[in-house]
């Protein structure tokens, strides 16, 4: 499964974004997703997934209250609304087929590349 993370961009402290995880020649409605994020000199986060049948989300506290992850079934991709964005959140954010806990996602397989989210003071 070939994954592609789009929708990255330059925001102002505050603004919103959209990321989108998409699946070459494949859809992502069969696969738990997460969408993690790394910035320069720190460690990846695990910063959301959903799972695959329930529909069921993880936060990482970070991110709870302004992250939304969702699926759109009839385009067979995942989506990451981002709103009330902070300088902290400026990295590039990843996609992964993944299983999805209520404490977390393990078990990555696949990742997308990345795209970058910039925000600014």
């Known amino acids: 499964v070939q994954l592609q993370a789009s929708g990255g961009g330059y925001v102002q402290t505050g603004g919103s974004l959209r990321l989108s995880c998409a699946a070459s020649?494949?859809?992502?409605?069969?696969?738990?997703i997460g969408w993690f994020r790394q910035a320069p000199g720190k460690e990846r986060e695990g910063v959301s997934c959903?799972?695959?049948?329930?529909?069921?989300?993880y936060y990482a506290d970070s991110v709870k209250g302004r992250f939304t992850i969702s699926r759109d079934n009839a385009k067979g991709t995942v989506d990451l609304q981002m709103n009330s964005l902070k300088p902290e959140d400026t990295a590039v954010y990843y996609c992964?087929?993944?299983?999805?806990?209520?404490?977390?996602?393990?078990?990555?397989?696949?990742w997308g590349g990345g795209t970058q989210v910039t925000v600014s003071s």
């Open positions: 992964a087929t993944l299983v999805c806990s209520d404490y977390g996602p393990y078990g990555m397989e696949y």
């Open positions: 020649g494949a859809t992502l409605n069969d696969y738990g």
């Open positions: 959903i799972r695959t049948n329930s529909g069921r989300t």
